[in-house]
């Protein structure tokens, strides 16, 4: 099984309450990684794990957590949602241990603020 | 911080064509260059990619090819079909303690048939 899976496909959030987005793989990738996708945007990282050790993007910071309790989940948590966090959230996973490698991207999880 | 930028944003060819996709990085310290298609309705899909030791990649009807000093990627598609409709998106990628990936804005592509 070589797919990336999020949940929940969709997600309804209100301004001012938490949002928790989850993404598996079952390639024993040792990197995953969440973008944050607008329209006619780039997808725009916003963190990785590189086995346990996480990786902030240094102007999101304080906007997003995330935890990786075992090798094959990810996750993507807000605090608090505001407007702004409206979005498409892409997971990806890649097999870095042997240099340069392809990421493989999730369907995408499409979070909508009110 | 590493920027790619993609020209053009948007192309119209009819079936057959060949089009060519610009990409341009600002940080030297990028080593390895993925790029991506978007079908619509799908997932982002890896297509092909390049290593900042070589000048030149292809894969069937895609070339890539790699300019070190200019910073600048092209990639040419062959004999278009309407099946390679699609988001192209340039991406440029730095080791930290992982490949840490900078993406292009897209080139919305669409083939007439």
């Known amino acids: 099984d070589t797919t990336v899976k999020q949940n929940p496909r969709y997600k309804l959030a209100r301004v001012g309450k938490p949002v928790n987005l989850i993404c598996s793989q079952t390639?024993?990738?040792?990197?995953m990684y969440w973008y944050q996708k607008k329209p006619n945007q780039a997808p725009k990282l916003l963190l990785f794990y590189y086995d346990k050790i996480l990786n902030r993007e240094a102007d999101t910071f304080e906007k997003f957590q995330s935890s990786r309790p075992n090798n094959s989940f990810c996750s993507l948590y807000i605090g608090s949602a505001g407007l702004e966090y409206s979005a498409m959230y892409l997971c990806?996973?890649?097999?870095?241990?042997?240099?340069?490698?392809?990421?493989?991207f999730g369907p995408g999880t499409r979070l909508t603020v009110l | 911080g590493e920027q790619v930028e993609q020209l053009p944003s948007s192309l119209i060819v009819q079936e057959g064509a060949s089009v060519l996709i610009n990409c341009s990085y600002t940080?030297?310290?990028?080593?390895?260059f993925p790029w991506y298609k978007q079908e619509p309705g799908k997932r982002l899909q890896f297509i092909i990619d390049?290593?900042?030791?070589?000048e030149r990649k292809q894969n069937q009807r895609l070339t890539l090819l790699f300019d070190k000093k200019t910073k600048h990627l092209s990639l040419h598609i062959t004999a278009t079909q309407p099946g390679d409709s699609a988001i192209y998106f340039c991406s440029a990628s730095m080791y930290t303690n992982a490949y840490k990936v900078i993406f292009g804005k897209g080139t919305h592509l669409h083939v007439l048939p």
């Open positions: 990806a996973s890649s097999r870095e241990r042997e240099g340069y490698a392809e990421q493989f």
């Open positions: 390049i290593r900042s030791n070589m």
């Open positions: 390639m024993n990738h040792d990197t």
């Open positions: 940080d030297s310290a990028s080593v390895y």
